[in-house]
């Protein structure tokens, strides 16, 4: 069968809803409409588009602007940072990784409202009980230094990026220039 790089027209055995196909690519779909968020690295690091700010107004504009222009990128350099930190404490990694598998699937990636035993829970239940066992178990692991230590460097580098980099050249694409953005809801764009 030479059906090797086609895109499928009807559904096929591993889309059923039985098999877990069907999440599967929709998992897949979300992830890359969520990383398509995410600006370039170039632009980001543009060293030319650094600069001091003239007040702590425009210091704090410039903060807001650049913290919902690059909230996918500054995601992944603080998540970057944690995993770095705790390199050297592999069963806080191992548990950082469950519980991204978690928030993937239980928050992320989710179509439809989350059910418990026929009851819908709410997304804010959801959000506010999985931040909490993160951390929880994170710091249950012993490595409580390394997570604080690890989230302080990351948001003071997020901090201080978002200050320096200037904000004439982000444009107002797809609400670049729009401070609403950190408080959309999942898998929604800034209008």
Partial sequence: MTTYGTIPTSSSSIDSPGRGGGFISR?????????????????MLNYHALGVPSSFHDAV?????????FRTNYAIVVLLILFLSLLWHPISLIVLV????????????RDEPLAVFGRTIDDRLVLGVLSVLTLV?????????NILVALLIGAV????HGVFRRTEDLGD??????TRGLMTTVGSRPS
């Fill in 173 to 178: 694409e797809e609400g670049g220039g729009d």
């Fill in 27 to 43: 998992a897949k779909d979300r992830i890359k409409s969520n990383l398509a968020e995410r600006r370039p690295w170039r632009q």
């Fill in 137 to 145: 178990f994170l710091f249950l692991t012993n490595a409580t230094v």
């Fill in 157 to 160: 580098v997020v901090i201080l």
């Fill in 98 to 109: 469950v519980m991204m598998a978690a928030w993937l699937f239980l928050y992320f990636l």
């Fill in 61 to 69: 504009a410039r903060l807001r602007t650049n913290l919902a222009y």
